[in-house]
C-alpha cells in the first residue's frame, strides 16, 4: 500500500537557522499538506497546497513558512530563521480531494 | 471558528470492558468528522468517517448533530486498542481545507 514518506525524521538546527522539511506524497494524490504537533499540544493545520499554489493557510503559516513542490514528487516546507518556538513534530499529508488525508511519519524538529 | 473538543486526556479502561472517547465539535456548517488512530510509534491513521458508517476494528462513531457530538464507542476493548485517538473535523469547503483536531485522548487498555 503506498504511503506518504518524510526525511529526515529528525532534525536539529540552531536558532536563526533555515530548515527544509522534506515530503513525497502519495503518487496519484493531488492535494498536500502541512500540520505541526508541539510536544503535549494538539495536531495544527499549517497550509494546503494543490496545483502548484497554496490553497489555504492558518494563522501560523506566516512569511517565515514557505512551500513548494520542486518536482513531481517531493513537497516541501522550508522555515526560514528559525525560532525555539518552532521545536514541533511535522506532518505531510496528501489526498485525492476526497477529505481523508493521509498522513506521514512525521518529521521531529528541534531548535536549539 | 470551528473547534474540536476532546475532554479526556487519557482514559484507562480494562480489557475487555466497554470504551467511549468523546469528542464535541463546533462549527456553524456541515461539518465531515473523523477519527484518527496514532499507535506508538507510527503515524496517524484514519479509523472512521462519519458518512461512511462503518465499523472498523470494533469500533464505531455516529455524528449526533443535536448535540455536535461524534463520540468513539467499542463494546469490548483489547489490549492493541491502546493509542492516542484523535477527533478531527473537516468543514467540507473542498480538497485543500485543513482538518482541525482535537487535543486527543490517550487511550490504556488494562490486562
Known amino acids: 500500500e503506498p504511503e506518504v514518506t518524510q526525511t529526515p525524521s529528525h532534525q536539529v538546527t540552531q536558532m536563526g537557522q533555515e530548515v527544509i522539511l522534506r515530503c513525497v506524497p502519495i503518487s496519484n494524490h493531488l492535494y498536500f499538506y502541512w500540520y505541526r504537533q508541539i510536544l503535549g499540544q494538539k495536531v495544527e493545520f499549517l497550509v494546503s497546497?494543490?496545483?502548484?499554489?497554496?490553497?489555504?493557510k492558518s494563522e501560523i503559516f506566516d512569511d517565515q513558512f514557505s512551500v513548494e513542490r520542486p518536482d513531481g514528487s517531493n513537497f516541501t516546507l522550508k522555515i526560514r530563521s528559525t525560532k525555539l518556538e518552532d521545536s514541533a513534530m511535522y506532518f505531510c499529508a496528501s489526498s485525492t480531494g476526497a477529505q481523508e488525508q493521509y498522513f506521514g511519519p512525521g518529521t521531529r524538529l528541534t531548535v536549539t | 471558528a470551528q473547534r474540536v473538543t476532546q475532554p479526556e486526556k487519557l482514559l484507562s479502561v480494562f480489557k475487555g470492558a466497554p470504551v467511549e472517547l468523546k469528542c464535541n465539535y463546533s462549527?456553524?456548517?456541515?461539518?465531515?468528522l473523523f477519527w484518527y488512530v496514532q499507535y506508538s510509534r507510527q503515524r496517524l491513521q484514519l479509523l472512521l468517517r462519519?458518512?461512511s458508517r462503518e465499523s472498523i476494528k470494533g469500533f464505531t462513531a455516529d455524528l449526533n448533530k443535536g448535540e455536535t457530538s461524534f463520540h468513539l464507542k467499542k463494546p469490548f476493548a483489547q489490549e492493541e486498542d491502546s493509542a492516542m485517538y484523535y477527533c478531527a473535523l473537516w468543514r467540507g469547503g473542498g480538497g485543500a481545507d485543513g482538518l482541525t483536531f482535537g487535543k486527543g485522548t490517550h487511550l490504556i487498555i488494562q490486562p
Open positions: 497546497f494543490y496545483n502548484n499554489e497554496i490553497s489555504e
Open positions: 462519519h458518512i
Open positions: 462549527y456553524s456548517g456541515s461539518p465531515e
